[in-house]
């Protein structure tokens, strides 16, 4: 049975989530001090401005490497991470992103770009490449009404997303990501960039879907910084482009099997309010000659993550294009303990036997993932990521990448107003 159990409505025949077994997943062992993933801002500083941006953009800074250094170093001494997701604003205006590349790689950790890509050129790609760049996650999507794409639609814009991905594929032997902001206005084309990305999985590695936040769907009592009349609204941005009600991961999950019917997620991360709230939802497809041949599995999911630990002492986050192009190594191997795996390995060698050729050609895994942010519960209890992937440095303090602007502009977190 599958995880996800998709219906669809009788009025519009948009597909309709159900929830989500949790308990049919692996659930990732990353943890507060042994993670995938850290999260590092040296700049906050960005050449776009997209609706229902958290960061101040209004006075940008640049930290400068000693602090960028120091900040490393407090990772370095807390926290266990295969990667350093440099982000911002957006660093690739940050003037010293290449020795700080440098820096990362010489410090352990895979340097991963977070950008909108805007200012990626085919030099400062090899620049960076030679500076020790692992790979890029670029942040492509319509909230941010760029430019020379101004008024295109998700499906338009994977024209844009196409471009970046063959710049890094040409480079060579770098991981490619993508991730789009998703709302209400924006769900129904979520299906369009699945199949892009099962179009393109030779060269993009990633596929992710960030659910859309703003004050005034969460749908909770006033938040409020401690001693001060702060309210959300003061920090989070409200938008138009976010529609008239929040989407949830089980909503894209929904849409993302609406068109890949094979779709079954393996992994995840639940919230802090509750063990069953999906925070980060992961699925990993094998795509041989633009075929979808299946899913891994959740025994999969847990044997690579924990081998990962066992060999390099840190959970695995990022695979680069050599990496991923072993899928049938991996099945094949994986089928030797696990039923759902030998599955898919019979799908492979029925597709091979179809069509010889594609002896020949790699199979390329593919992951698909939703991240669902911060929610408010009617209660006024904020649902964080439990275990989060993305903390970042404040004062001297691991935090949420995604809240640090409460702290930044008002010294304490959100949290429901006392009655009086």
């Keep these: 049975m599958n995880a996800i159990d998709i219906s669809r409505d009788g009025i519009n025949g948009a597909p309709v989530a159900q929830s989500i077994d949790h308990l049919s997943l692996y659930r990732l062992p ?53 990667c350093i997701s440099i982000a911002g604003g957006d660093p690739l205006v940050y003037p010293d992103i290449l020795p ?43 909230s941010q009404n760029r430019p020379h794409a101004k008024g295109w639609s998700e499906t338009q814009l994977n024209a844009v997303r196409l471009q970046f991905a063959k710049m890094v594929s040409e480079a060579g032997g770098l991981a490619c990501s993508f991730n789009a902001t998703v709302s209400e206005t924006t769900l129904h084309e979520v299906p369009a960039m699945v199949e892009w990305a099962r179009e393109h999985a030779t060269i993009v590695q990633t596929m992710v879907f960030i659910m859309f936040r703003s004050p005034s769907l969460s749908g909770a009592p006033d938040l409020h910084a401690t001693g001060c009349n702060t309210g959300m609204e003061d920090i989070y941005k409200e938008s138009e482009w976010g529609g008239a009600k929040a989407v949830f991961a089980e909503d894209a999950a929904a849409y993302i099997r609406a068109a890949d019917s094979a779709y079954a997620p393996s992994a995840y991360l639940n919230g802090t309010a509750s063990p069953d709230s999906i925070k980060w939802l992961m699925a990993n497809r094998v795509v041989l000659n633009g075929e979808v041949m299946g899913y891994t599995s959740p025994r999969f999911m847990e044997l690579i993550q924990t081998f990962a630990h066992l060999f390099t002492g840190t959970y695995l986050a990022y695979a680069d294009q050599r990496s991923t192009s072993f899928g049938k190594f991996a099945v094949f191997a994986a089928g030797l303990v696990d039923k759902k795996m030998r599955v898919l390995a019979g799908r492979l060698l029925a597709s091979m036997a179809r069509n010889p050729a594609n002896i020949f050609r790699a199979a390329h895994m593919q992951s698909i993932m939703v991240i669902q942010p911060v929610n408010v519960e009617p209660d006024g209890t904020a649902d964080m990521c439990d275990s989060c992937p993305d903390m970042t440095v404040h004062e001297g303090k691991l935090v949420w ?20």
């Design 401 to 420: 990448s995604c809240r640090s602007e409460e702290l930044k502009q008002r010294g304490a977190f959100l949290t429901p107003q006392t009655p009086h």
């Design 30 to 82: 990353w943890n507060y001090a042994d993670n995938g993933i850290s999260w590092l801002e040296p700049t906050t500083k960005c050449n776009l401005r997209c609706e229902g941006c958290y960061r101040d953009l209004e006075s940008p800074v640049h930290k400068s490497l000693q602090e960028a250094r120091a900040e490393l170093e407090l990772f370095k001494r807390l926290r266990k991470s295969d």
């Design 100 to 142: 700080l590349v440098t820096m990362i790689k010489e410090m352990g950790w895979k340097p991963i770009v977070n950008t909108n890509g805007v200012a990626l050129t085919p030099a400062l790609l090899r620049d960076l490449k030679k500076a020790g760049v692992y790979g890029f996650t670029f942040h492509i999507d319509t």
